[in-house]
């Protein structure tokens, strides 16, 4: 099973508990106070509605989703980012929470909203960050006796790295060629992560549709090619307390389509470049994780590695089929279920049976 993990990062007091909680449903401790040092993990399902179409025809025992793990990192200042980001380290993605939303009896830490200079601090402390690991490692490199082979190419590459993050530059920019990437895999950087940013308003501005500072953040984004939600967390929060029906209310007289921690959950998983194929059964209906462009084959092996080993067809049906038609024989009848070779190419919402020997 693939696993994905993202970190939540951002300034203290900016709401990274909050939207923790809503993916999680932890019921972590947040505070109206600077000051939390505790980090936060716990695992998070993908809300997705397939799934819960597939338990009506199926009525299963079990409904799995696929899921992701989430890190909550103490708010950053500062000077001190190195000693809390150790703790993202070894994330697929970032969350950067940005806060717009207007409340008087919580302080910002800066002592005015201004959500561009938010982003620029949170990238300094990345940078530095960065900088920080390769200068220890170019230093732990020197001290040893022979710089050969290996470390010698990774010696090059890193100081590559530096004058990269010197400039101000975020890894990703640093121009390396694969093969100096290779010799840097172990390192963790922080600034190669794909980010999303979250801009944390409040209700007023929810519907108003507007935030202060809003075509700057859309303009830093859009240089450094990162998505942006907006997403009123307190308004989330009280969605979530809701009973299903309630909820399904609420959210139509304020005009939403659905919470937006479901399109934030499926952004993380777009940004990462993964998809789900689907497996449905009397015994479970499961979401599988799989990276965009997986063969048949390897799609299997997520599954059993048996399965993989012995595959001898995948059959498919498109989600879509499914739903119109609303029963698996009529998809069926209809010529809508193919029988696809180990190099078939999955596609999102793929309904797969898979054939196999061993």
Not at 187 to 196: E, H
Request: negative net charge.
């Amino acid at each position: 099973m693939l696993a994905l993990t993202c970190g939540i990062i951002g300034l203290p007091l900016v709401g990274k508990t909050t939207l923790f909680n809503l993916l999680t449903q932890a019921g972590a401790e947040t505070s109206a106070f600077a000051g939390r040092t505790k980090t936060n993990i716990r695992t998070a399902p993908i809300p997705d509605p397939r799934l819960d179409f597939l338990a009506s025809l199926y009525h299963p025992r079990k409904v799995t989703p696929a899921t992701l793990e989430v890190i909550d990192v103490p708010g950053l200042t500062r000077g001190s980012g190195a000693a809390f980001l150790a703790a993202v380290r070894e994330v697929d993605a970032l969350i950067h929470v940005v806060r717009a939303f207007r409340r008087a009896d919580v302080l910002h830490v800066e002592g005015n909203l201004n959500p561009v200079r938010d982003l620029e601090t949170i990238n300094t402390e990345l940078l530095l960050a960065d900088l920080q690991l390769v200068e220890t490692r170019l230093e732990r490199i020197a001290s040893g006796k022979k710089v050969k082979g290996d470390l010698l190419a990774e010696q090059r590459a890193l100081q590559r790295c530096r004058e990269a993050l010197e400039a101000e530059k975020p890894l990703l920019e640093a121009g390396l060629t694969s093969e100096e990437w290779q010799v840097l895999r172990h390192m963790g950087f922080l600034t190669t992560r794909p980010m999303i940013i979250v801009v944390n308003i409040d209700e007023e501005q929810l519907r108003a549709g507007r935030y202060e500072g809003q075509e700057g953040v859309e303009a830093y984004a859009g240089v450094r090619g990162i998505p942006v939600l907006k997403l009123c967390a307190e308004l989330e929060a009280e969605i979530a307390r809701l009973e299903p029906g309630d909820r399904e209310v609420f959210l139509e007289e304020m005009g939403i389509t659905e919470p937006g921690i479901d399109r934030l959950a499926r952004a993380i998983y777009r940004r990462l470049g993964l998809i789900s194929f689907l497996t449905a059964g009397e015994d479970e209906v499961r979401a599988w994780t799989i990276k965009e462009g997986t063969s048949a084959r390897a799609a299997a092996g997520k599954i059993h590695s048996d399965i993989e080993r012995g595959f001898i067809r995948a059959e498919v049906v498109n989600f879509s089929d499914l739903e119109r038609l609303g029963d698996m024989n009529k998809v069926k009848e209809k010529g809508l279920a193919r029988l696809e070779g180990k190099d078939y190419i999955v596609q999102d919402g793929d309904i797969i049976n898979f054939r196999f020997n061993v």
